[in-house]
């Protein structure tokens, strides 16, 4: 069973805080992850992708990639409130499998920022 | 850019009627397009994968013959709801897969009410 976890949550934090979401992986194999931001009765809508080890920066979000440890995070820099929303983890399966391309979600960290 | 819209975006039916549900990728070509079925505080579940011009792939437990799937060309797939239940009512979001990335844009969701 290939899985993805997250802790449930929620976090809390203060505005202007770095807020860290953290993803764990079984799939060794597994290839590329994906962030993504889920507000409440809407659709995910992507954040970042990351598909080699260390860190990928885009204006205040980075993700970082440890394949040897088999996880994976989401740093959010300057948070705010706007940010309040559920953060998706997703890893693709590994390549050559029947199952790749497809996505395995985590259950998804609530994350909420106060003013 | 990676614009996928679906279409209706609400929809109410009685127990018993069948519901079609389109997905489109406006400005790319996804051959391979992923319908995803979610329930109230929980994750996305993948129900099934859909490929341009071939079958869609089934999870399991998830029924062939109830959920319809039809991916007639690179920018359209439709799921059709079959003799619909109130069980079935859930949010249904599609994704499509950017053609040469790992990478999935999510629609906006459609949300299903059965009566």
């Known amino acids: 069973q290939k899985e993805v976890e997250q802790n449930s949550g929620p976090l809390s934090v203060p505005e202007g805080a770095i807020a860290s979401l953290n993803c764990t992986y079984s799939d060794r194999g597994s290839q590329s992850f994906f962030w993504y931001r889920q507000y409440s009765g809407k659709s995910p809508e992507l954040i970042m992708f990351i598909y080699s080890n260390g860190d990928k920066e885009d204006g205040r979000f980075t993700a970082q990639l440890n394949k040897a440890s088999q996880y994976v995070s989401l740093l959010i820099r300057d948070s705010q409130p706007s940010d309040s929303a559920t953060y998706l983890c997703a890893v693709n399966q590994a390549a050559g499998g029947t199952s790749y391309g497809k996505l395995t979600f985590g259950q998804g960290t609530i994350l909420t920022v106060h003013p | 850019g990676a614009v996928v819209s679906q279409h209706p975006s609400r929809v109410i039916c009685k127990s018993g009627t069948s519901v079609k549900i389109e997905c489109r990728s406006l400005d790319f070509q996804a051959t391979t397009m992923f319908w995803y079925r979610q329930f109230p505080k929980q994750s996305l579940m993948l129900m099934a994968t859909?490929?341009?011009?071939?079958?869609?792939?089934?999870e399991q437990g998830v029924e062939k013959d109830k959920f319809l799937i039809n991916h007639a060309s690179l920018t359209l797939s439709t799921l059709t709801v079959t003799s619909a239940h109130p069980e079935d009512s859930s949010f249904y979001i599609c994704s499509a897969r950017l053609v040469g990335t790992d990478t999935q844009y999510f629609g906006p969701g459609t949300r299903l009410t059965v009566l």
């Open positions: 859909s490929n341009e011009g071939s079958k869609a792939t089934y």
